[in-house]
């Protein structure tokens, strides 16, 4: 297994995966396992929200998500869209369900 640097917003990460597109998965599927506050007051901004959610520990992802097999910040890093790797591990969620309820 190949060693991945994935950054996505303020995650920074290094991750041992078959290929770079499992590594960005990897990476969703740890910020989707994460219980998100709701914030009520009303007179925060998405900034200030997004700050508190770092304060707090909390994975944030970008719109993108940067992989690269030498290290992080680089500009020949591969780019997959966040929302479309969502949709990919959603749909891997799905089928592990699917499969967990054939085999009960």
Not at 1 to 16: E, L
Not at 67 to 78: H, K, L, N, T, Y
Not at 94 to 100: Q, Y
Request: aromatic content about 6%.
């Amino acid at each position: 297994m190949a060693k991945y640097y994935v950054q996505s917003g303020n995650v920074r990460t290094v991750i041992s995966a078959d290929d770079a597109e499992k590594a960005a998965l990897w990476v969703v599927h740890r910020a989707m396992q994460q219980v998100i506050p709701v914030y009520e007051d009303e007179e925060l901004t998405p900034n200030q929200k997004g700050e508190a959610a770092v304060i707090q520990g909390i994975m944030v992802l970008g719109n993108s998500v940067s992989i690269s097999e030498i290290g992080f910040d680089r500009c020949d890093s591969e780019q997959r869209d966040t929302f479309e790797l969502v949709i990919q591990w959603h749909q891997l969620m799905v089928a592990l369900a699917r499969l967990d309820s054939l085999m009960q």
